[in-house]
């Protein structure tokens, strides 16, 4: 059985920082369309900033079925998982905003979250993602499995680099406007452009 908590602590700031990653889980409101869930991190591009704040960086990737699902409902869970160490499970149930990083706003909460960017690319930072907690939960995690930790991957910098490197300083906002836009169900994502 799940223990409810009224705030995100220290300790459980701590647990979370601890992590190598974490998950988000979005829905449509058409019970027909499809459920979204994400892995996302390194985990140092996700911040608690306050009791029942949090936030993340949410990058230039292939899809945009979170942003697309919180422009139209709002609802989002963010999941964290014990790969190492005791079993765990912390879920932050929310509503999320997307603050978009031509929006006036994102440069400050950008500097306030003091996030450890996975590259220097600015170009490849879409949105920070805002979640008001409402819901603290964790649970024992029994069937997580033990795993190791090896490193971050270096593909996505390596991806970022190469497609401005070859297409120029606008790829990422081309990329972003071909597969960004709206998602697989045709839920409107990001205004590029």
């Given at each position: 059985m799940?223990?409810?908590?009224?705030?995100?602590?220290?300790?459980q700031?701590?647990?979370?920082?601890?992590?190598?990653?974490?998950?988000?889980?979005?829905?449509?409101?058409?019970?027909?369309?499809?459920?979204?869930?994400?892995?996302?991190?390194?985990?140092?591009?996700?911040?608690?900033?306050?009791?029942?704040?949090?936030?993340?960086?949410?990058?230039?990737?292939?899809?945009?079925?979170?942003?697309?699902?919180?422009?139209?409902?709002?609802?989002?869970?963010?999941?964290?998982c014990?790969?190492?160490?005791?079993?765990?499970?912390?879920?932050?149930?929310?509503?999320?905003?997307?603050?978009?990083?031509?929006?006036?706003?994102?440069?400050?909460?950008?500097?306030?979250?003091?996030?450890?960017?996975?590259?220097?690319?600015?170009?490849?930072?879409?949105?920070?993602?805002?979640?008001?907690?409402?819901?603290?939960?964790?649970?024992?995690?029994?069937?997580?499995?033990?795993?190791?930790?090896?490193?971050?991957?270096?593909?996505?910098?390596?991806?970022?680099?190469?497609?401005?490197?070859?297409?120029?300083?606008?790829?990422?906002?081309?990329?972003?406007?071909?597969?960004?836009?709206?998602?697989?169900?045709?839920?409107?994502?990001?205004?590029?452009?």
């Open positions: 799940a223990t409810v908590f009224e705030r995100l602590d220290e300790h700031r701590e647990w979370i920082a601890r992590q190598h990653l974490f998950f988000v889980a979005t829905a449509p409101l058409a019970g027909d369309e499809r459920v979204n869930c994400s892995p996302k991190g390194p985990i140092g591009t996700f911040r608690v900033l306050d009791d029942h704040t949090v936030a993340y960086l949410d990058m230039v990737g292939s899809g945009a079925e979170t942003v697309a699902h919180l422009r139209e409902n709002g609802r989002i869970v963010v999941m964290f014990a790969f190492d160490g005791p079993p765990r499970i912390l879920r932050l149930h929310g509503r999320g905003e997307i603050v978009p990083a031509d929006d006036p706003r994102f440069a400050d909460l950008y500097e306030r979250a003091d996030f450890d960017a996975p590259h220097d690319i600015e170009a490849a930072r879409r949105a920070v993602i805002l979640v008001e907690v409402e819901r603290i939960a964790d649970a024992c995690g029994y069937g997580v499995p033990l795993m190791s930790y090896e490193g971050e991957r270096e593909h996505a910098e390596a991806w970022a680099a190469k497609k401005i490197r070859v297409g120029g300083d606008k790829a990422l906002d081309e990329y972003m406007a071909e597969k960004n836009t709206v998602s697989i169900d045709g839920l409107p994502a990001y205004e590029v452009g």
